[in-house]
């Protein structure tokens, strides 16, 4: 790690501390610190003031964070034949910025669009074809083999990506995943709505909208450190609970849709029904059931006071015994059970060289939570949740979510117990960026980390606007899951998963 | 078994009695804002350029719900002075320029086009298209199937096939890579057919306005007959919509 430059969440720090290596160095440095233990946080390249591609690492390894920077060239030496957790990354890079990682495994396109350079297409697409372009699906050959293709509009109401199944009778030998469908520029516009800020709270809070506070939380994280903003404790104490309200809302939807994909209806229909007072929940707060406008660069938008806080723990204690009942309801019925386990497992060893995280991470036994490693807000407060069942399979996805949810309940009935009022921040909010600075943010939201990373140039303007979606890794982990699986528990796997297209796609 | 008949009788009834009985959401919501016409309009001016989606014309004093996501801002910065947002639900409209609105909307009862009502009046089945949003305005649709709402006892439902459809309910900023499949899907559905466009994504761009990845508006690819303004739409915003435009 000698050669990387520690760094702690959400502070920022100049673009000149930040190691500037020669590439093999910078290529050696990282692998060994991400071959074992450590994880990709970010990797990403942009341009710098002078139009040098340039390449940033930040890698976490343990409780520490490092980053590490470098030039790139047109092409260089992939590192994803020695740590796959690189493996969309690279496929990103050479997406966005038309560089070639020599030998990298997979390169297929991630998005489909244009590169930001105007260079010559690592695919060979001129985007005059309706996405994928050119690119032939994985296929696997044999006489018994047959191909199912499905998407990218769905039979439910889901958003949109592409999944082409190889399989011999039921059984499924390998899946494919295109997204890109949802590919709305949501990078490229963060830079350019940068000149008017006030653009970016509102984009920030629509790259995944059933993750709103996860990624308005990093957004203003970051805009906080860049700008010097204080938020205050009673922000801060609503800020977590608004996190805490939206991965219970999104687990809660989730136990009531595995129930409905195994035909057990009652928790479908009761999680669903509970699902809704956890977003009128943060109505009460935000005006908006997904919580949208209420965490803002410096706090939050509006007040959440005496009233509020009474709606939020009334209802919490009125719910609560109803939602245990359905777990037992739907964690003790054999019929579920029975499809619940063992089916979908990603291995613990296939967890960690993917690098997934969340809960699917927990659920193949990978601890990792951002909320204790590198607590925000007022984590420090609350205290840690365990997970029991952490085999990989649906069952353990499942498992680990009712366990938050429970953690989650007690978390918030905690913080609303501390007597805060929690004013709003003054409108309009008037603030510069530091010029020539960095900043990454982290926060765990409920499909796990999300982290934002801004670098601003000399007049304090933003040069990158780097966001990573927990979805970024863990669509592979569903694959993963579906290998030797039979094609009708797709949509059990899909579900336990539930990943995020919008996210994935920006 | 036992389990099953006891959480049954926790769980009760709980199916919503709109619209036969009204229904009330908390006062922080924001619905339909009114704009007061009488306030300074330098006031006004500074609201519309601090706001994020340039929604508002502070000349004429009109909001765009086309373009809003009802962040609440001009409201605290005016502090109410040129807008409150009051807790009114009911947004559709059936065409794009009576979104430009300083508070009134006309009744959309009587401006949704007669024979719609006469076809699918008793049975409407809607395909959903998801195309380049955020995903809430799909959520918040998916809801209107739970228990509280129950949309398909009003003989309205959400089909998996454009084939078995009577219109597409779209959502989203339309990105480039769904353009296509907006279109095959909207040919697929056989005539006549409606074009819903939910949320402010497909009416104007929504929060990514500018984007060069994106159509923005729905209208310029195919003919939209109901508006459904909102970051996402309410839940009830929607419900009140498809009752009004098709019952
Ligand atoms: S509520 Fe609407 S009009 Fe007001 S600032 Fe927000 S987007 Fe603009
Ligand atoms: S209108 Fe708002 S809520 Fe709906 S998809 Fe667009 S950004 Fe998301």
Redesign the pocket.
Known sequence: MDNLLPIQNGQAVSRADIPDLDFTVFQESVLDATRHSGFVVQFFAYEDEQSTLKLIAVIRSGLKIYVAGCSLADEYPSFTPECEKFHMFEREIAEQFGVRPKRHPWLKMVRYHANYRGKEDVFGNDYSQDIPGNYPYFIVEGDAIHEVAVGPVHAGIIEPGHFRFQCAGEKVFSLEIQLGYQHRGAEKLLEQAGQSLHRLP?IAESIAGDTAIGHSLCHSQAIEALAGLEVNEGAKIVRTNALELERIANHIGDLGALSGDVAFNPPFNYFGRIRGEFLNLMLTMAGNRFGKGLVRPGGIAFPVLEEQRKIISDKIADETPGIVNVCDLLFSAHTVLSRFEHTGTVSRANAEKLGLVGYAGRASGLPYDARITYPTEAYDLVEANKNERTVGDVHSRATVRREEITHSLSSISELLAKEIDAESIPVPAVYALAPDSFVVTINEAWRGEVSHCLLTDKDGSILRYKVKDPSFHNWIGLAMSLRNQGISDFPLCNKSFNLSYCGFDL | MLKVIQNRLEQGYRTTKYPKESISLYSRY?GL?IVHQDCDKELARQ?AE????Q??DAEKMV?DLG?????????IQSQGKF?T?TNNFELGTADREALLTSGSLPDLAEHSKQHFKSLFGRSLQLRQISAGGCNSCEADTNVLGTPFFDLQRFGIDFVASPRHADGIHVTGPISNNMKAAVLSTYEAVPAPKVVIASGCCPISGGPFWGSKDIVGDLNSLIPVDLYIPGCPPHPMTTLHALLKFFK
């Open positions: 509102v | 924001r804002p609201c601090a706001c994020p989606q929604a508002i909001i373009r809003c996501t009802f962040c609440g801002q001009c409201e807008v947002f």
